[in-house]
């Protein structure tokens, strides 16, 4: 019997897990996880989490202050414990997201990814282990700059432009998430067209940008995202890493077709590197309608579910 398509792609991407979910991370085996506040509310109500929640929870009993911050605090503590399980399960790195409220505050953004970091390491979880999950704004971008100068590694999401992905290369992030399903949405809606995998403009976009940083010599690692079919991931076998949902990922491993490479080195058109300071870097976003509004939509989406996440950590508490 041939491989299939999900150990296929395995042997030139590496395969990352987009859940917190543990049962499906040790069954389908991949490198790395990412986690955000989307995920860790519903890993806690896994049966396997019941355990860190309730030591999460009596910790938080045990605080004094002011409620809002002890609630912020077991929620923190809460994704740190998710991610340290998860680092059990897999050999390489494990993303854990910045407050989604905090992306347009590059000091705050800087204070509380230290603070991760530090509560891993108090696991005994060193730093080589975690990725800092940070949205792509430009205070985002400069808070990933002054991390990676103190050796804490940094994984830009939310990326939906070659304007994001350049300005996270000059900051040296070490890696960034740009978006396949969400661009798709976009421009379906936009335009009321129907696209297959190849003509797909989030696949365009994520190898477009992949294409330009190999011919650009950049060190930064392309991690594609938010998948909506099989196709796209298909399409993009080759990039440096791709994170997968476990449904998708279960249909890569039941399916036992070729899977050729499709993004080569030296093959397929690469851009300019346009130069960007702070002004150039808005006013081309500004330009950008769907990068803009699908920016800003992701911020939102992860903030009311951080939002959802604490509402119920304070019922519980």
């Not at 680092?87 to 990814?113: H, I, N, Q, Y």
């Not at 060190?219 to 076998?237: C, D, H, P, Q």
Request: aromatic share 6%.
């Amino acid at each position: 019997m041939s491989p299939s398509k999900l150990v296929q792609l395995g042997a030139m991407t590496t395969v990352v897990a987009d859940t917190g979910d543990f049962e499906a991370v040790r069954r389908l085996k991949p490198v790395d996880c990412t986690t955000n506040p989307t995920l860790v509310l519903k890993a806690i109500g896994l049966p396997h989490f019941g355990a860190v929640v309730e030591e999460a929870l009596a910790w938080g009993r045990a605080q004094s202050g002011e409620r809002a911050a002890i609630v912020g605090a077991v929620a923190d503590r809460l994704a740190v414990s998710v991610g340290a399980q998860l680092c059990d399960l897999v050999p390489g790195r494990v993303s854990t997201e910045v407050d989604a409220d905090l992306s347009f505050d590059t000091a705050a953004t800087v204070a509380k990814a230290r603070a991760v970091i530090e509560s891993y390491a108090a696991r005994g979880i060193g730093r080589e282990r975690i990725l800092i999950k940070i949205a792509a704004t430009w205070e985002g971008i400069r808070a990933a700059e002054i991390l990676q100068k103190d050796g804490i590694d940094c994984n830009l999401t939310l990326i939906f432009s070659l304007t994001q992905a350049v300005a996270c290369a000059d900051a040296k992030a070490f890696l960034i998430s740009p978006f396949v399903g969400r661009i798709l949405d976009w421009w379906a809606k936009a335009t009321g067209k129907s696209y297959t995998a190849a003509e797909d403009p989030g696949v365009q976009s994520v190898a477009g940008i992949w294409r330009t940083f190999k011919a650009h010599g950049v060190s930064t690692i392309v991690m594609g995202a938010s998948f909506r079919n099989k196709g796209e991931i298909e399409e993009l076998a080759g990039c440096d890493r791709l994170t997968i949902s476990p449904q998708l990922l279960d249909e890569l491993a039941a399916d036992t077709g070729e899977l050729p490479r499709k993004l080569v080195v030296g093959e397929g058109e690469a851009a300019a590197w346009p130069v960007l300071d702070e002004k150039a870097f808005r006013w081309r976003m500004n330009e950008d309608a769907m990068a803009t509004e699908k920016l800003a939509e992701g911020i939102r989406a992860f903030a009311k579910d951080l939002t959802a996440l604490k509402a119920l950590i304070a019922e519980r508490l």
